[in-house]
Structure formats: C-alpha cells, structure tokens
C-alpha cells in the first residue's frame, strides 16, 4: 500500500531532525572532547545535498576566515572564498540578513566575479552562503559555512533547516568554545593559552611537544583581573620586551567538564596600525575612555596643548574628523594599550622615559 505525500513530507522531515541531531552531537563531541569537526558535513549533506561545502572559522585577532572543514573544494576556490568573497556584495548581504542567501535570491550575483570566475567555471551554478553569528552577550560573527550545488538551488524548507542550525554551527566555529584546536585557526604567529582564576597558564597547539607559550607576568594578572570583573571580552595592545602584541581576551563558559572560570588569551606580534607611536595610542586609550584634554594631560604629565596636538595627528593617521568617531574607532578596533593591573602612574613614567600603561 502507497503511503500518502503528507506521510512521506513527515518521513523527509524526520530525517532532518535526525540530521539536525547529529549535527549537535558533533559539536558537543568537538568542545567537550576535541573531536574532528568535519564530521558536522555529513549529517548537514543529509538536509542539503551539495557538491561543495566549506565551514570556516573566524580570526578574532585579524577578522581573516580560514577552513576548518572542507570537501570538495579545490585550494583555488577554498582560499577566495575565506578573503575575496568577504568582499563580495553577497556575502555583505548574507551578513547582514543572516539568511542562508541563495544565487536564485540574488540574480544579481551571477554577474559577480565570485560567480563568474569561481563558481561557474568549476560547475557550480548554485550555491548558499551563511554566516555563523554567536548569541547571547558578546555575539559576534564566528565563521561561515558555504555550499555549492551543479544544478538545482536548495529547496526552501532545506533552507530554512539549515538556517536554524546557526546558532549550533556558530558555537562549532567559536574559539571561546573550541581552544583545543584553536591553532589551526589563528595566523602561524599567533601564540593562544588558556589562564583559569588562579593564573595557570594552559598552552593551546595542535602540534605535538611544541614549545610552551609564554605569556607575560604583568598580562596574566591581567587576565586574572578580567576574570574578576562582569565582562565577556576585552582586546588591545600590549608593549612587552620591545615587542608589540596584539591581544583579545575572551571568557570561557563554563562546561560540566570546565566548571572553573577561564579566559582565552589570544597573542600576535603586531605594531599599533596607521602608524601609531606609544604616546600616541596613550593618548587614544584615554579619549576612548571620554577623558578631556586638561584630565589626559594630567595623566600624562603633559601640556594641554601637546595632547591637543597628539590627538590632530591621531585623526589624521586614521583619517576621522572628530573625536568621537576617534573615540568610537578605538573602542570597535581595540586601539588601547591593556589595562594592566597596579600599573604605574602614567606621569610618573614618562618622566622616568619607561613605557608607560594604563
């Protein structure tokens, strides 16, 4: 006996809440176990049967996406897609709607380079682009998942399945939840360590017996005194041993398995960007921090009118015109020094010519 179309509708769905499922698993087995991520494609190929597909991570030192899990794209394509493509009209529109956007949603797009020189030349006529944003406090975009397809856009309802697996994918490509394989995802001279409440420092690689990561006395107590305060993340510029770094630091849930509180820090050698001297990004920390002129000077040990000075070349530098967009800037890009705890008066450290913190 045939089983009717509204029993066999139920029969698909079915599958993809089984699907859904295993997608779930794998990422609980990937936080809590350091499983292989790529193991999410399959249950995911089952609701949305691609050609292609890419899941990849987000930076949050340098905003750059890199694949974690990858089938069936070539190198040429799969290295497009994490860097042009974060360019592309598409992608924008897919960040901004955070709706699994497909080519039929944009005819427009079949005129865009990613279409006209990535995709249509190796097959792929259709295709779906989905960013991964966190929710809950400090949400923010962790990665993004791409598929492609020969022929036939994905259906609607396969659409809307894999749009609700976001927040589910998004915990997968968060590095506040997955540290273990942190370092496949950072630049190659990014350092990563895991500090719990009472400043031991855990080192996270994927390479075996690699050198352990040191971080500086004065940036763990730092971290200590994160961790202390209601915040979910914090990031700037710290000038340690005649090196700058960039730094972000994130709190880790807590986890049946990890219920003691934890931070991530996240290190890159880096220089303060438009060129900024260490006076200078002094300077920006306090503006962003809504200090006047005469209260800046003060702290310093300087004139009003020097700070005023400093601040003209600052909006210069970074092209701004006003000092709250200057202020606005520092605090969305991170351009501050790394509030150190017991740091030194700042005066009084100019004067004695030792880099100052604040």
């Known amino acids: 006996m045939r089983r009717s179309a509204k029993a066999r509708a139920v029969d698909v769905n079915m599958e993809w809440v089984h699907a859904a499922a295993a997608v779930g698993t794998t990422v609980v087995d990937v936080i809590c176990r350091g499983a292989d991520p790529a193991a999410a494609l399959a249950p995911l190929h089952d609701i949305a049967p691609f050609d292609a597909a890419m899941i990849s991570a ?23 897609l994490n860097s042009g493509f974060l360019r ?36 792929f006529r259709e295709g779906v682009a989905l960013t991964l944003q966190s929710d809950g406090p400090g949400a923010c975009v962790t990665g993004m998942l791409a598929m492609s397809f020969a022929e036939e856009p994905l259906e609607d309802a396969a659409r809307d399945a894999i749009e609700a697996l976001v927040p589910v994918l998004a915990r997968l490509t968060d590095v506040r939840l997955t540290p273990a394989w942190l370092r496949s995802v950072l630049a190659p001279a990014s350092a990563a360590a895991v ?51 960039q730094v972000h630091i994130v709190r880790l849930p807590t986890t049946p398995l990890q219920p003691e509180a934890r931070a991530l820090a996240m290190l890159q050698p880096t220089p303060p960007p438009s ?56 605090l969305e890009r991170g351009l501050v020094r790394i509030t150190l705890p017991g740091a030194v008066d700042m005066a009084r450290t100019a004067s004695e010519g030792r880099p100052s913190v604040i």
């Open 58 to 80: 987000r930076d949050p030192l340098t905003g750059v996406h890199r694949p974690i899990v990858v089938t069936r794209y070539d190198p040429g394509i799969t290295g497009y």
């Open 275 to 330: 060129g900024l001297t260490p006076r200078e990004l002094d300077v920006l920390s306090l503006v962003a921090r809504g200090l006047r002129n005469r209260e800046i000077a003060d702290r310093l040990g300087v004139s009003p009118r020097t700070v005023g000075s400093h601040i003209e070349h600052i909006l210069l530098k970074m092209r701004l015109t006003t000092r709250t967009a200057l202020a606005g800037e520092a």
């Open 195 to 245: 500090v719990d409440a009472d400043g031991a420092v855990s080192p996270v690689t994927d390479v075996p017996h690699a050198p352990p990561v040191v971080l500086p006395t004065p940036l763990i107590a730092a971290i200590r005194e994160f961790m202390r305060l209601d915040r979910v993340m914090t990031c700037g510029y710290l000038e340690h041993a005649d090196t700058w770094h």
């Open 88 to 123: 592309c009209p598409g992608y924008r529109q897919a960040r901004l709607t955070r709706r699994a956007l497909r080519v039929c949603d944009m005819p427009e797009f079949r005129n865009t380079l990613t279409y006209r020189s990535y995709l249509e030349p190796r097959g």
